[in-house]
């Protein structure tokens, strides 16, 4: 079983910059489907990035150009570099992964989570 635990978010002025990451431990997950959720005060669970098994990216429209999720192998880590951040972005930001390696931007095909890092952008 796959244990992820997030780390990186904090308390940033807007137009700053975080990086968030997620380590992984029990077993690999290179050829996993990765993303990263986040959840605001009140709202759903909403997609923000994906990774799939190939290194594919996707990204939702309201990140677009402003985050960039990546990878590292050998760390067994994923990472989301966040800038150029808004209020809006303020929220607490999950980790996930699934063994189907292909990119699902549905939080129910996803099997592993991490307890998720609060992210907070003051205007």
């Known amino acids: 079983q796959v244990q992820l635990l997030e780390s990186g978010g904090g308390l940033v002025q807007a137009g700053g910059s975080l990086r968030l990451s997620c380590a992984a431990s029990?077993?690999?997950?290179?050829?996993?489907?990765v993303a990263w959720f986040r959840q605001a005060p009140g709202k759903e669970r909403e997609f923000v990035s994906g990774?799939?098994?190939?290194?594919?990216?996707y990204y939702a429209d309201s990140v677009k150009g402003r985050f960039t999720i990546s990878r590292d192998n050998a760390k067994n880590t994923v990472y989301l570099q966040m800038n150029s951040l808004k209020a809006e972005d303020t929220a607490v930001y999950y980790c996930?992964?699934?063994?189907?390696?292909?990119?699902?931007?549905?939080?129910?095909?996803?099997?592993?989570w991490g307890q998720g890092t609060q992210v907070t952008v003051s205007s």
């Open positions: 996930s992964s699934r063994e189907r390696g292909y990119y699902s931007g549905d939080s129910k095909n996803y099997e592993n």
């Open positions: 029990g077993r690999t997950i290179s050829g996993d489907a």
């Open positions: 990774l799939d098994w190939n290194s594919r990216t």
